[in-house]
């Protein structure tokens, strides 16, 4: 199993930044991917940003030249930088772990609040 515990949620300006970070723990070798996924609310939960193992990234249009995402393999972490923040962002983020190849897990979610 893989645990993930996300950090750095909070309040921003529209036009500002915030960064979130997530923390995996458990079966690190089993994850084959990771990301971060946003649900608004009254909203279906969409995929924000992804990376892979090889360090391959994809992203949501909404994001593209604004957010970026990295991972840390020393220290199992990932991380979205999200800049240039608008209203629509707001959201809870969620990480997201794929192990196994077909299992998925994810964290308890970080509140991303942007005022315009």
């Known amino acids: 199993q893989v645990q993930l515990v996300e950090s750095g949620g909070g309040l921003v300006q529209a036009g500002g930044s915030l960064r979130l970070s997530c923390a995996a723990s458990?079966?690190?070798?089993?994850?084959?991917?990771m990301g971060w996924y946003r649900q608004a609310p009254g909203k279906q939960r969409e995929l924000v940003a992804s990376?892979?193992?090889?360090?391959?990234?994809n992203y949501a249009d909404s994001g593209k030249g604004r957010l970026t995402i990295s991972r840390d393999n020393a220290k199992n972490t990932v991380a979205l930088q999200m800049n240039s923040l608008k209203p629509e962002d707001a959201a809870v983020y969620y990480c997201?772990?794929?192990?196994?190849?077909?299992?998925?897990?994810w964290g308890q979610g970080t509140q991303v609040t942007v005022s315009s």
């Open positions: 990376i892979a193992n090889d360090g391959s990234t």
């Open positions: 997201h772990a794929r192990f196994l190849r077909l299992l998925n897990t």
């Open positions: 458990g079966s690190i070798c089993s994850i084959n991917a």
